[in-house]
């Protein structure tokens, strides 16, 4: 999909279809019905719009999902197509389509006879041809982040077992400290045996679920909250937050605004830092560009965790999408923080150039342990199939090209390469993981 006009990019393109890959990022625990929301895998054109990116650059084209019931499946596909040569050409449309051929060997979605060719093809999609494509794709594992903790509190209790053999759980943050009333508090309160009334007793709960999942086996702490909030996060006292939390506990039917809870919402997130440092957990966090559509960028900055970085300097942070569009402070951070990690989860399939560019960058300002090529950050195998065919296209092009300037020669770039989708991500992850 992304080709480089390097001497070395065929072979390296070619060698790195034959790596193992760790996916840094994911959304669905094992094999998902479909596109994570079930729309039918029957229904090939649900299936298409349940790529929730792809359907971000299809809003953005003018388009709208809601057929009408009495639709004939010609006229759905004449509207789809409509908007679809619009927006064709996007990396999130390229990879979509790649996903599709790899899996299914659809060559194209611009025909009536194509889309009903998937449609009879996806009768066969099931737990079975979700293992096959893992193991075609070189998948060993996946760091899952199922964004609802009462998700990840099934697992841990055993009421769910249905996790595929490549999941590894990172524990979802954001509902320990975005908390805005009382029953936000009581998330957490089976775990104490007796009713939370105060700020400890809060804490005491969220300690024993939190030991309870490293016991279980998380690998590490995702936060996502910058889709609510600005990222720059505060230090402040105790007492301040203390004041909050007594305030809320004592008026339940009370609902907390953000600016009135953003005490209590910082301190929380500077404590459970100190947890993952307990733990030796790592930290993801969601930096730059977010998913859908009408977002403020503004706050998602990577650079606004910086206070919190230089304070917190025995917890490694896995800084997430290439922080897009900011590139530069992106690279500074990972150059001048040697507990800042770069992550180029979903960010390959967002800008393909940019990821290139910051990829040669990287190799000459940030030591390369410290960079993860790939999390497909989705919600089906076969979106992940595209987005890692397209990571390895702009890893292929970002280091053949070092090849041909002379920066590296071939055996070093391959080295690298390798290193960044297995290497790195398995001794960071302490996977433990075998090739």
């Known amino acids: 999909m992304y080709k480089s ?30 596109g994570g929301n079930n729309a039918g895998a029957k229904d090939a054109l649900g299936f298409i719009m349940d790529n929730y990116y792809y359907l971000s650059d299809y809003i953005c084209a003018g388009g709208n999902t809601d057929f009408a019931p009495e639709m004939s499946a010609r006229r759905k596909f004449e509207t789809f197509q409509k908007i679809y040569k619009k927006s064709k050409n996007t990396a999130y449309a390229r990879c979509l389509a790649e996903g599709l051929r790899i899996c299914w060997g659809i060559d194209s979605i611009e025909s009536l006879e194509k889309i009903t060719e998937l449609e009879t093809r996806l009768k066969t999609r099931g737990p079975d041809s979700y293992v096959k494509t893992m193991e075609s794709l070189k998948i060993r594992a996946k760091v899952v982040d199922l964004c609802d903790i009462s998700a990840l509190m099934d697992f841990v209790d055993g009421k769910r077992k249905d996790q595929s053999k490549y999941a590894r759980f990172a524990f979802p943050l954001p509902d320990f400290h975005n908390i805005h009333n009382e029953t936000d508090l009581l998330r957490f309160q089976k775990y104490l045996n007796r009713t939370v009334v105060c700020l400890d007793d809060y804490l005491e709960s969220f300690d024993n679920f939190l030991r309870k999942a490293v016991e279980f086996g998380i690998v590490c702490i995702k936060d996502q909250t910058a889709y609510r909030r600005t990222i720059a996060y505060g230090n402040p006292a105790r007492a301040d937050a ?6 809320m506990i004592f008026n339940p039917r009370d609902i907390f605004g953000d600016d009135r809870v953003r005490p ?19 930290v993801q966090i969601h930096t730059g560009h977010m998913a859908g559509i009408r977002n403020d960028i503004v706050k998602t900055n990577a650079a606004h965790l910086i206070p919190t970085i230089e304070l917190n300097q025995d917890v490694r942070f896995d800084l997430f999408h290439g922080n897009w569009p900011y590139l530069d402070e992106y690279l500074f951070m990972g150059k001048n923080y040697p507990n800042v990690y770069l992550n180029l989860c979903w ?55 070092l090849a041909d300037s002379q920066w590296l020669d071939m055996d070093e770039a391959k080295k690298i390469a390798k290193d960044w989708f297995f290497n790195n991500p398995n001794e960071f992850y302490n996977l433990g993981i075998r090739e």
């Open 5 to 34: 006009n390097a001497g070395g990019f065929a072979e390296l393109r070619q060698y790195l279809d034959n790596i193992p890959v760790i996916e840094t990022h994911e959304h669905y625990a094992g094999y998902s019905e479909a």
């Open 264 to 282: 209590l919402d910082d301190w929380l997130f500077q404590y459970s830092l100190r947890k993952a440092a307990q733990y030796n957990l790592p």
């Open 347 to 401: 960010v390959q399939s967002i800008d393909p150039v940019y990821c290139v560019e910051l990829m040669k960058r990287a190799v000459m300002t940030v030591p390369h342990s410290k960079v993860f090529a790939f999390g497909g950050d989705t919600g089906a195998v076969e979106w992940a199939a595209g987005y890692l065919s397209l990571a390895k296209d702009n890893v292929a092009a970002a280091l053949s090209e």
């Open 242 to 247: 203390e004041k909050i939390f007594n305030e």
